[in-house]
């Protein structure tokens, strides 16, 4: 098996604690599964830094991250749980969850809410209801969040079950979400709204410009890097 620069790098600590064999025998170190966790770890910080983005900018980014971690959850490998009665150590608690839910909703402000039809509740209405962008993101976090801080303990049982999880999840809740919050972002990027947040100072905005191209680009090699996957689909 061959590993991506980018992949090798960001767990290799991780991999240095294990033996070659352990590494590369169990599903929870397979390519797709060592993908999906270096795409994860990139939506992760993209929604930690909020702040550091333009509205226009911070909605840019997020198309083009999500279709990518839909891509790679929906090719993750089947698993079935190895620790049933044990109990995995979540790293999402409250306070940063409402940090994430907070920052994207001040981000979006107006642009925040939008009617969704695809929703369990819809069964007991007749009209569309009200849903968020911020509070659709920041359940996704929680849950990819969750899986990232089980994986880098690099006790296989504990990444095992945590992919479980996450997969599960991934069909029954937040794939769901996601698809729904992409159809929002679309509606608000190519409305024609005024996107502008209030206009920083010129060091500021140069330095953030800087970061969303840094993170574009990483995007797009993404994306560029994975011809094969889609090819073999």
Known sequence: MRLKPQIFFVFLPLIKKLSMEDTFSHVVYSKNVLEFVTVSNEFCNFLEQTGDHQKKDFIGIALKLLPLLYLKASILPGTEEELADEFIEKAVDEGLYQHILNSVRDKLAQHDDYLEVFTADMQHSDMPLSASISEDLADIYQDIKNFIEAYKTAVTEIMNDALFELTNNFELYWGQKL?????????????????????????????KRNTDEWIISKVQKMWQDDNDDLEQL
């Open 179 to 207: 698809v729904n919050t992409l159809r929002a972002l679309h509606n608000v990027y190519y409305s024609g709204d005024d996107l502008t947040d209030e206009e920083p100072k010129k060091e500021e905005q140069e330095g």
